[in-house]
């Protein structure tokens, strides 16, 4: 079964961290882009930060400095390391790869996480 799995959620006050994980099933051999995304009930999912499979990030202008996108392709896993969290920060985060080659030799794409909650109290 191909799965991306997030971890790492929590409730943390102001000022805190958390360290989300994003993981692939055993399925998936490679991923190429992730992305991090987070919702708020009722409103629209925004990007947070984005890595390509070379390395290269990008991060929304609201977790820029604060946040930091990273991988370990060897484990198929993707980080998301939140600093300074802000009762804003308060969604469900999304984990997302635009394509992942299967061990089976085929590829899943536009693949979402079934998401983790962070809440930052004030």
């Known amino acids: 079964q191909v799965q991306l799995v997030e971890s790492g959620g929590g409730l943390v006050q102001a000022g805190g961290s958390l360290t989300l994980s994003c993981a692939a099933s055993?399925?998936?051999?490679?991923?190429?882009?992730v992305a991090w995304y987070r919702q708020v009930l009722g409103k629209q999912r925004e990007l947070v930060a984005e890595?390509?499979?070379?390395?290269?990030?990008n991060y929304a202008d609201s977790v820029e400095g604060r946040f930091t996108i990273s991988r370990d392709s060897a484990k198929n896993t993707v980080y998301l390391q939140m600093h300074s969290l802000k009762p804003e920060d308060t969604a469900v985060y999304y984990c997302?790869?635009?394509?992942?080659?299967?061990?089976?030799?085929?590829?899943?794409?536009?693949?979402w996480g079934q998401g983790t909650q962070v809440t930052v109290s004030s």
């Open positions: 055993r399925s998936v051999f490679s991923i190429n882009a």
């Open positions: 890595i390509t499979s070379g390395g290269s990030t």
């Open positions: 997302h790869a635009d394509r992942m080659s299967l061990v089976n030799g085929d590829d899943a794409v536009d693949f």
